[in-house]
């Protein structure tokens, strides 16, 4: 029988989907957190007490698997979207348009702003404000842009030298405020990324300076919520879009040896470089595809069906994938010492994923989840109808504290516990039966010699 706190979430959503809008006020609260970079095992290779408070008291993902390219525009779309990067169109850092000649370039706020790029999904903070709710947002990629023609309520425009605390104290004002509060926010931070790429993850004196920097955000984090008395009502997630590969200066792709500069367009750069060819395609393929060992050279049709990246016509004919620890370069040398965007399916991309909060169990640990099922899980917190997404809820419903849900060393648990149970009841049947004594039917008493009656 459902608990009164799923009954109830059943009817606030059957609400919702009918079209009911509600007030801000009485509205689920929610904030999704991301430092930029910040991998798995940095969990188990650093010390981090608050974090590691934060999700005692609630829930951990050890790993993420995040979407490919593992960059940190696609990856924090997919976030809030629940898409992959073919499907909500943001399919790298940098991008090129055949169709316009338009060009997609961080460093260009026009380009990075204009909603062309980011109009193919919807944002949950589109979704929240159609509800008639109030969407908030420090610094989170996309969310200086007017999507679905709809901008945030509240936003931050990015800039580095905005400390983190400033964007909490921002964040819960606009949470608190008497008139019109939020009540769904995103919060973006750069670090640890930046520092991951300047140092190498593997750097450890370094890399746990900056993220003793970052256990104390959240500490700080959790304070202005409790101060603001919003602890005990809001429910807070804190994850990442990707995480990050240790590089050196002796793993380096040069393609000005395998291929003359112009042959093609590099719309993209290292580790997943976007080929552009100006020639013929094969002809610039062919050149490619023997040009490192350490590199895996695609044309657009033949890209994994794993990695959901050919479905767009943002993804250029040629995509080259370094493996893990190597730079593509078209000259010269590099510096970094630390880069994402290789295989989604390496563990040094794969981020993590902790909640804390009213909807959230509370000591409960997990190996994994899919970074397109976050979004789904969100919509669920908040009471909303779901946009069409790649993710699946029944994914992260062992998160959730009003969804049941059995894992599957459980379920093996308990097929075997029943299996044991039917034996030990079956045996306890055969021996009673044998200790039974046995009913026999009345015989006519028989003489030795049965052949003549003593009676005539």
């Known amino acids: 029988m459902p ?16 079209g009911e809008a509600t007030s801000t006020s009485s509205s689920p609260k929610l904030i999704l957190v991301s430092f930029d970079g910040f991998r798995a095992d940095y969990l188990l290779n650093h010390s981090l007490p608050n974090l590691q408070e934060f999700f005692n008291d609630g829930v951990l993902v050890r790993e993420v698997t995040n979407v490919f390219i593992t960059k940190t525009f696609p990856n924090h779309y997919t976030l809030v979207t629940g898409l992959y990067a073919e499907s909500h169109g943001i399919v790298a850092n940098s991008m090129l348009d055949s169709s316009t000649s338009q060009i997609f370039n961080l460093s260009d706020f026009e380009s990075k702003t204009n909603p062309v790029w980011w109009n193919e999904a919807t944002p949950i903070w589109v979704t929240n404000q159609r509800m008639g709710r109030k969407s908030g947002s ?5 969310s200086d842009v007017k999507i679905q023609n709809m901008t945030l309520n509240d936003f931050l425009p990015y800039n580095s030298n905005v400390t983190f605390a400033e964007r909490v104290d921002n964040i819960t004002a606009w949470f608190t405020r008497p008139d019109d509060p939020i009540n769904f926010v995103t919060l973006y931070f750069e670090e640890p990324d930046a520092s991951g790429h300047h140092f190498g993850p593997e750097n450890k004196a370094n890399m746990s300076t900056v993220l003793n920097e970052v256990d104390e955000h959240i500490r700080y984090l ?50 997943v470089a976007a080929i552009l060819p100006l020639q013929d395609t094969n002809y610039v393929y062919n050149l490619l595809k023997n040009c490192s060992n350490n590199m895996k050279v695609y044309l657009k049709e033949d890209i994994p069906d ?24 078209q000259n010269g040398s590099s510096n970094v010492m630390g880069n994402h965007g290789y295989d989604n399916s390496l563990p ?26 976050v979004y789904p899980m969100m919509c669920h917190v908040l009471g909303l109808k779901a946009e069409a997404n790649n993710g699946t809820l029944s994914n992260a419903k062992c998160l959730l504290a009003d969804q049941w849900c059995i894992q599957l060393p459980e379920a093996i648990g308990i097929v075997m516990g029943a299996l044991m149970v039917l034996t030990t009841l079956t045996c306890l049947v055969i021996m009673l039966k044998k200790k039974l004594p046995t009913g026999r039917s009345f015989t006519r008493l028989r003489l030795q010699d049965d052949d003549d009656p003593l009676i005539g």
């Open 222 to 271: 959790v304070w202005k919520l409790k101060e603001a008395k919003l602890w005990d009502t809001v429910n807070v997630i804190i994850t990442s879009d990707h995480g990050m590969a240790q590089c050196s200066q002796d793993r380096i792709i040069i393609l000005d040896n395998c291929i003359g500069p112009g042959n093609y367009t590099l719309v993209d750069s290292t580790p």
């Open 3 to 18: 608990s009164v706190a799923l009954f109830l979430t059943l009817v606030h959503g059957f609400a919702l989907s009918a």
């Open 138 to 142: 420090a610094m989170w990629p996309g």
């Open 306 to 329: 794993r990695y959901h990246y050919k479905h767009n016509a943002r993804i250029q004919p040629i995509i080259l994938v370094a493996d893990e620890g190597w730079t593509i370069v």
């Open 348 to 373: 040094s991309m794969h981020p993590f994923l902790a909640a804390h909060g009213p909807a959230f169990h509370k000591n409960y640990k997990m190996g994994s989840m899919n970074s397109v099922d």
